[in-house]
């Protein structure tokens, strides 16, 4: 156990603070709505880019600072960031999601031809995944994709598609080997949103905006080399993406970041001329999430030393994104409760404008669920946990009720 | 950087682990639990031969000199066997007591004794620890009065550490002086006794050295705090594995039962909770040797979530077993009260909490 820096990180760490110090004031505001990138948060983004505090590991001819991978600088860019309250960067999925599953199985053109602008915010993407018959059983997806003249042509629905309404791009899990078993009769295609026979209809969730979408698919023409891997390895290529994205939403940075917020808030606002820090109820479940906080945070960096040393983590990482949805839900019920009834005023303004503090935390707080459910729900995730982490046999299959008819 | 443990902590685990396999198999436990005094000369002696003894003693003192760390690695192979043994008072505070605030001559008088196995002291506190239960003591020139209960360790001890309000510590023998009467109780925990007692101008040595005696003895209790959270940690973890294997095994509806979601789900839960414990308890362990203020919410918030962790896996971890979870046949029952044990020692999760936001100076 040694928690010091070595003196280039200690430097990388000086350097980075001066950064955000000297520059965070050009920062997007973090958290809230989901949109597509403004022209603040594009010219922040070249800046990161620029300075290598963003894709940097990513090889310069795609784009990126190329620098060999380090995993502990990007943490101790990460620390500063989110201790200076300062937007680390764009976080969409095609940045999280489609760019390292490029980098893990993709082609050297397709790096050269998505990853740049990607990473730059021109190209949006979202993610073709759940249909309305396939949610947690993901790999029964319906969409479908045959090849006639060159090209793909695909049918079919998408649903849960959020930013299809504003994205560029979708990377598109669709069915293309009839003939071949569930999982091996999938491919994983790059599709154009503004192809003839892509309708994309809002879905509203329960913070009352469209945050995602039903996308359905008439006849929509592929280019038969917008497709990773091979015809038929669909399913494995879901899987990277799915990797990345569970990683992504356990982030113990996020965590600290807002039990924070969450302190300040409570030393600064009262109840009844007290203040809330000082009400032992209100505290105390804040001290409770602080050494849950503690807790994920430093099993985050012990699965980081595990990853710098290419160990397998095994079910130590698969428990993250169930650990920190979590966690991240009771924070933001805390801060819920103690805005209270003065918090309860609701009119998000959408993705036009900034919404107030308060209906940003509600629009969270919600938003959480969302997060608790997405990328592979709770319940899958501990099937997942049960089965591949811990050796537990899986569920007997059993046979739906025949329809009545 | 690196967050884990080194090569040596990774040894020190699996000899402690493979030494207790072999010499606590349940029917010893059982038979030492019997007794309740936390204390058996055979296996104390075998552990001798482990080495911990002299784990937080100086090597200048005849023992190891190792890190907290080490020690918290160490009390997670002894919760995870339930160990009957004297080990956070007597290897862990005593020895950091010494250190802390002892002089030389007393160092040189007592830290070998506690590397060797010949001395076994209990440690308690005159407040300050947050126990509940009567705890005063009163310092006369050398002369101790007082009646201090919940002290740790005490059931085979030799002699005893009790803690002053004002930080400074008084050492006395266990026995032999008039003046001093000790009681021990067998505990809930079989595998650890409680101890009182009551001091009638009893001769002690004043522990008088240290610049900031309350500083000192914060660090200390904070220590054994640290200890009882790594203690419940593997404790857990052994319950844990333990309804695993159960949950891989028992069939009913012709299925094993671990092929159930409802059972599958809660062992996700529980490993969900459980992995990230021994973070914060490994965390904590090493922040000790840090700012006192990272040090003590480290310590506090430790004991705490383990508090709360451990409880609820020992109740999830008993359901799986179902009925015989709840019977005396499978012993679960020891780990289940090790962990409700250590819950209440130096402070519950609610106290420490409220140190914890103190110590941050979220309240006054």
């Given at each position: ?5 070595s ?13 955000v110090k ?8 973090t958290?809230?709505?989901?949109k ?16 290598g ?13 190329g620098?060999?991978?380090?995993i ?5 860019i ?6 200076a ?15 390292p599953?490029?980098l ?7 790096c050269i ?30 969409t ?7 090209q ?11 930013s ?12 293309t ?44 023409r ?7 891997m ?12 799915l ?10 940075n ?60 095994g079910?130590k ?49 919600m ?20 089965e ?18 | ?17 493979g030494?207790l ?36 003693v100086?090597?200048?003192?005849g023992?190891?000199?190792?890190s ?16 009957p ?16 605030s ?22 308690g506190f ?27 360790d005490?059931?085979d ?9 004002d ?22 925990d ?19 050295a ?23 940690l ?105 962990i ?25």
């Amino acid at each position: 156990m040694d928690l010091r820096y070595s003196a280039r990180h200690r430097a990388l760490q000086e350097e980075a603070r001066g950064f955000v110090k000297k520059y965070g004031h050009l920062s997007p505001k973090t958290g809230g709505g989901r949109k597509r990138p403004d022209a603040r948060a594009l010219d922040w983004q070249k800046l990161l880019l620029e300075r290598g505090y963003f894709s940097r590991n990513i090889p310069s001819e795609y784009g990126g600072f190329g620098l060999p991978v380090d995993i502990m600088e990007l943490a101790i860019i990460a620390e500063e960031f989110s201790n200076a309250g300062v937007s680390p960067g764009i976080m969409n999925q095609g940045i999280s999601m489609l760019v390292p599953t490029l980098l893990e199985v993709g082609t050297k053109e397709q790096c050269i031809r998505w990853i740049g602008p990607t990473i730059r915010g021109d190209i949006i993407w979202c993610q073709g995944y759940s249909e309305p018959g396939s949610g947690s059983d993901l790999a029964a997806a319906k969409t479908s994709a045959r090849v006639e003249d060159g090209q793909f042509i695909v049918n079919g629905q998408k649903i849960w598609t959020s930013s299809a309404h504003y994205a560029d791009m979708m990377f598109l899990l669709c069915r293309t080997e009839s003939d071949k078993s569930k999982h091996d009769g999938l491919s994983y295609l790059l599709v154009p949103m503004n192809a003839p026979g892509i309708e994309v209809r809002p879905l509203v969730t329960m913070t009352g905006r469209a945050e995602f979408n039903e996308t359905f698919f008439t006849d929509v023409r592929v280019p038969t080399d917008q497709i990773v891997m091979g015809r038929g390895d669909g399913w494995h290529v879901a899987n990277v993406t799915l990797k990345y994205e569970r990683m992504l939403l356990g982030d113990a940075n996020k965590l600290t970041y807002r039990l924070a917020r969450a302190v300040e808030l409570m030393k600064k606002t009262t109840l009844d001329g007290c203040r809330f820090i000082d009400i032992p109820e209100y505290r105390e479940r804040l001290l409770k999430l602080q050494g849950e906080v503690m807790a994920s945070k430093y099993h985050g960096l012990r699965l980081m030393t595990e990853q710098a040393k290419g160990e397998d983590s095994g079910v130590k990482r698969l428990i993250v994104k169930l650990n920190g949805t979590m966690i991240a839900y009771r924070l933001s019920s805390l801060v819920v409760d103690v805005l209270g009834a003065a918090g309860l005023a609701y009119e998000p303004v959408g993705e036009a404008a900034e919404d107030d503090e308060a209906t940003t935390w509600q629009i969270d707080n919600m938003y959480d669920i969302g997060l608790i459910i997405g990328g592979g729900s709770s319940n899958i995730q501990k099937n997942i946990i049960g089965e591949r982490g811990l050796g537990l046999p899986r569920e007997p299959k059993s046979v739906p009720p025949a329809v009545r008819g | 950087m690196e967050f884990g443990l080194s090569e040596e902590q990774l040894m020190l685990t699996e000899s402690l682990r493979g030494f207790l396999d072999e010499r606590l198999p349940m029917n010893k436990l059982r038979e030492i639990a019997e007794g309740g005094l936390g204390f058996d000369g055979e296996l104390w002696s075998g552990l001798a031969e482990q080495g911990i003894m002299g784990i937080m003693v100086p090597e200048d003192f005849g023992g190891l000199g190792l890190s907290l760390l080490d020690a918290a690695v160490a009390a997670e192979a002894l919760g995870y066997h339930a160990a009957p043994t004297p080990f956070t008072a007597a290897l862990v505070m005593a020895p950091l007591t010494l250190i802390a605030s002892g002089d030389r001559a007393q160092q040189k008088a007592w830290l070998p004794r506690i590397a060797s196995g010949e001395v076994r002291i209990g440690v308690g506190f005159a407040g300050m620890s947050g126990q509940t239960g009567e705890a005063v003591a009163r310092l006369d020139g050398n002369k101790l009065s007082g009646c201090i209960t919940g002290v740790l360790d005490g059931g085979d001890a030799t002699h005893f550490i009790v803690y002053l309000g004002d930080g400074r510590a008084a050492l006395f023998a266990a026995v032999e002086e008039p003046g001093v009467s000790v009681s021990t109780h067998r505990s809930l925990d079989r595998t650890r006794p409680v101890t009182a007692l009551v001091l009638h101008d009893a001769r002690a040595a004043i522990l008088g050295a240290a610049n900031d005696p309350k500083a000192a003895a914060t660090a200390v209790l904070d220590a054994g705090r640290v200890m009882l959270a790594g203690d419940t940690l593997g404790a857990a973890q052994s319950m844990f594995d333990k309804a695993l294997l159960y949950s891989k095994e028992r069939v009913q509806f012709n299925r094993v039962i671990g092929s159930f979601q409802a059972v599958k789900h809660t062992l996700a839960d529980i490993i969900t909770m459980l992995e990230p414990c021994r973070s914060l308890v490994w965390y904590a362990a090493h922040a000790q040797d840090g700012p006192a203020e990272e040090a003590r919410a480290a310590a506090l918030q430790a004991k705490a979530h383990l508090g709360d962790a451990g409880r609820e896996i020992a109740r999830l971890a008993t359901e799986i077993h179902g009925g015989m979870g709840f019977t005396d046949l499978l012993g679960l029952h020891y780990w289940f009260k090790r962990i409700a044990f250590n819950r209440q020692l130096l402070g519950a999760p609610e106290r420490c909490r409220h140190e914890a936001a103190v110590a941050q100076e979220w309240v006054s």
